[in-house]
């Protein structure tokens, strides 16, 4: 995919309140722009990379691009999960995205069981491959210390 790694921002938008009450697995949802402004070759799937949410740290993500075959969604959708535990909810906030690589396609599943183990199969995928050398470096992207205000000099 040409377009890897891949970097956007938007707001955190509600969702139909599945991710932590059916799978335990809480993901921000994008608004529907910023998934229509996605580069064309970032096609549907399970990705893995890097997020912040405003100016706060970066942390490892997995994320999911399409309709949710499971749940037949009739809009796309784009939901972050962060491999990271929070005190908090942070709808309205800047979610900060780097989509750095491709796992697989979405599928649909005979169960709500099997979705959930599928995911979290994914969340150990992507949490060994950030840690190889080509990925972990993206972590301090640029992208990510303008979110913390630190712009040096337009570089
Ligand atoms: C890493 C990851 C992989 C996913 N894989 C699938 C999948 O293969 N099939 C599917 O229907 N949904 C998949 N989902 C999406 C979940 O179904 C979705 O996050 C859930 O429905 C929560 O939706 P909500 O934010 O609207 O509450 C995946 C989500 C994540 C984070
Ligand atoms: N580790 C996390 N990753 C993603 N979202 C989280 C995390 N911890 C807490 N949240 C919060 O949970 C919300 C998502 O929960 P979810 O059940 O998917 O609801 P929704 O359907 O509204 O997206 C996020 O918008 C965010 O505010
Ligand atoms: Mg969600």
New binding site residues.
């Given amino acids: 995919m040409r377009s890897l790694p891949s970097f956007c921002r938007g707001q ?10 059916q799978l335990g697995i ?4 994008f608004p529907e722009q910023v998934v229509d402004s996605l580069p064309a070759d970032v096609s549907t799937g399970i990705y893995y990379g890097w997020a912040s949410v405003g100016s706060g740290a970066v942390h490892k ?1 997995v994320v999911s691009i399409g309709w949710n075959p499971y749940y037949k969604n009739v809009k796309k959708s784009m ?8 005190k ?4 309205g906030e800047i979610l900060n995205v780097a989509i750095v690589g491709y796992l697989k396609p979405e599928k649909n599943f005979d169960s709500l069981e099997a979705l959930i183990s599928a995911i979290q199969c994914d969340i150990e995928e992507a949490k060994i491959r950030l840690d190889l050398p080509e990925h972990w470096k993206l972590k301090d992207d640029k992208f990510f210390q303008i979110s913390k205000g630190k712009i040096m000099n337009g570089h």
């Fill in positions: 955190v938008v509600r969702g139909f309140g599945r991710g932590s009450k809480p993901t921000e949802n993500m939901e972050t999960h962060i491999i990271h535990t929070f908090e909810d942070f709808y």
